[in-house]
């Protein structure tokens, strides 16, 4: 963490820039940046598709737009567009794409371009990868993710006014994405040059830098870098309107005896400040399901630093965060449809580094005796 941070008096830090410095630049191109509004939907390959489509749309209550023997495409209340999650029957569970909307037609060739440029692998299908999407081109992107951008759509109803169709639990929006990677400042980096903003990120005192939270659209994140073993995909996350949905979410997983989905939470993060719940689908996809985090969209908005040492900077409360948590994320495809291999993380883990005899880690900054440590692991 560098000079220009300010406390505060919830315990983070704020600065007017991101401070995060990398030895190991993904170079910037001369070509422009695509302008992208959001992260749109994920494209995932599951194993059983009757399986996974029981998970999302009978106990989530996702919707289906379309579907056939090989693909469920699926949707969220309030969206517009044909899908924000596309489940495809395969081999090995993994990630296919991680979609983006751009704001016009001309950035789906900026895309290209800016990619060719970084000497990317890309592909693009003027009629679209899969149904619903059109003009597109997917990249395999310098972190190694199979990253899409698009903006021909084909617009469906949006189900907000239906109130007779919403379930306790409603899933309204695709918020997020979350990456697995295992040099976080260098992610960064990208993805600034790619246009993002980081709005949060971990680091400890030494600069090592755990986690990153950037965006397009105004809310906290439309992707954030985890570090660790990568390319992997650490979870895709639906909103909900409020933090009593996510609850109901838990009592119909607990009547159907699904709760062994829940794989933790609910909570409160201290990062994001959101309500959450992560859970794991049939294929050990990681979902989370998320609410109320905050409007980022002022050019000047504060940038958080959290300390890796805070125990309340991803709980501000809650139960203990499991191990597999940390470990367990989804192998990503490169454009041939094979699983991409892992690249170590070297620097610290976070898991290490606020486990064990650390004593750093601590919910009173001013205690002067270790913090039992509490927040992950400690369970029979
Ligand atoms: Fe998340």
């Known amino acids: 963490m560098t000079a ?46 009757a399986k996974s489509r029981e998970f999302y749309v009978d106990v989530l209550d996702l919707v289906v737009t379309a579907e056939d023997e090989n693909y469920v495409y699926l949707r969220s209340m309030e969206e517009f567009i044909h899908h924000n999650l596309v489940l495809r029957k395969g081999p090995v569970a993994a990630v296919a794409a991680f979609s983006y909307r751009v704001r016009t037609p001309e950035d789906v060739d900026k895309a290209e371009a800016y990619f060719q440029e970084l000497g990317c692998r890309t592909e693009r299908r003027k009629d679209g990868f899969v149904k619903g999407i059109g003009d ?18 084909e617009h469906v109803e949006r189900l907000a006014w239906r109130y007779d169709l919403y379930t306790p639990g409603a899933l309204v929006r695709l918020d997020h994405f979350n990456q697995v990677t295992p040099d976080v400042p260098r992610g960064v980096k990208y993805m600034a040059d790619l246009g993002f903003r980081t709005t949060e990120d971990i680091q400890d005192e030494n600069g090592t830098v755990y986690a990153a939270w950037m965006r397009r659209k105004p809310t906290v994140h439309d992707t954030a870098m985890t570090g660790g073993d990568g390319p992997r995909m650490h979870h895709v996350a639906f909103a909900t309107h409020e933090k009593h949905n996510i609850l109901a979410i838990c ?17 409160r993060h ?47 409360w809650g139960t203990p965060v499991v191990p597999s948590w940390y470990t367990d994320a989804s192998l990503v495809l490169d454009l041939d449809g094979n699983p991409q291999p892992l690249v170590k993380r070297t620097d610290d883990s976070e898991m290490a580094v606020t486990i064990g005899a650390d004593g750093f880690s601590y919910t009173r900054a001013d205690d002067d005796q270790p ?3 509490y927040k992950l692991g400690n369970q029979l």
Request: net charge negative; glycine share 6%.
């Open 4 to 49: 220009d941070r300010t406390p505060t008096s919830s315990g983070f830090f704020v600065s007017t820039e991101v401070n995060v410095n990398t030895d190991n630049p993904v170079p910037t191109p001369k070509a422009p940046a695509p302008d992208v509004l959001r992260c749109a939907y994920m494209e995932i390959v599951v194993t059983d598709l």
């Open 371 to 373: 913090m039992p440590e």
């Open 251 to 267: 009592d119909k997983l607990g009547a159907l005896r699904r709760s062994d989905a829940i794989e933790r939470g609910p909570g």
């Open 136 to 153: 597109s081109v997917r990249v395999e992107d310098p972190l190694g993710f199979p990253y899409e951008f698009f903006y021909e759509v």
């Open 270 to 316: 201290g990062v994001s400040n959101a309500f959450y719940l992560y859970l794991r689908d049939p294929d050990g996809h990681r979902v989370e399901i998320y609410t109320q985090d905050y409007y980022t969209g002022d050019p000047d908005n504060p940038v958080v630093t959290w300390d890796v040492h805070d125990n309340q900077r991803r709980d501000w």
